[in-house]
């Protein structure tokens, strides 16, 4: 990233001298923030005080970041390859079966914007200005809905969904899982049960799916899909 410079810092924790390589330093330095953000909010973050919380130099933090908005640009590229990473994994669940991806994706999606929930608010929130001019960070939000495009592609390919623009009907998805991402942060659904959450999860999903379905489809998911919900609860329990 061009932000963040490659070189090693030396800084003192707890009285004793600690030597960061350039990866060590920038990750405490993205997780201390994102907790700051968590307790405070964005507009009091500063890189002097991420310092203080890691008992480092105040300078060691523009060693890595050249200000403040860096390194929410580099907290929002690095959910944005998380989230990437995560909806990957869940296609494997979709067994070939083009509905089933889109829904996996999409769990997998609202999940992870559940356990990251400060970072997702940074990867879509306005606290980030001038967006289109943070090329890198903008690359990687692109990547990470080219798993649902490419998913719906597929599926309209194979007739599974409706003769439309493969685009327009990924947009349809990503908003369904998007607003349930960010009623959930908001704390919309904080009185439900984990299992209620799942299953309404999988729900509010399928009724997308039924609309953009080539075929007419049941009013409930199938039964069989309810692996893609126990995932999920053996994660919130663990």
Known sequence: MNDVKKISSSCRIFGKKQNYH???LAFSLMQAALQRIAKEGVDKLSLRAVARDLGVSQTAPYRHFKDKQA???ALAKQGFEELTQTTLQATQYGQKDSLKTLMAIGMAYVNFARRHPEQYKLMFGPSI????EQLEMMEAGNQSFNVILNATEKAVEEGVLIDDDYQ????????KVHGMAMLCIDGFYKKRSEKDLQNLFMKMQWINLRGISKHPLSINPPEEWV????QYLKLASA
């Open 227 to 230: 692996a893609l919900t126990e």
């Open 129 to 132: 200005s001038n967006r289109a």
């Open 168 to 175: 327009l009907l990924a947009r349809s998805c990503w908003s």
């Open 22 to 24: 350039h990866g060590d």
């Open 71 to 73: 390194l929410l640009v």
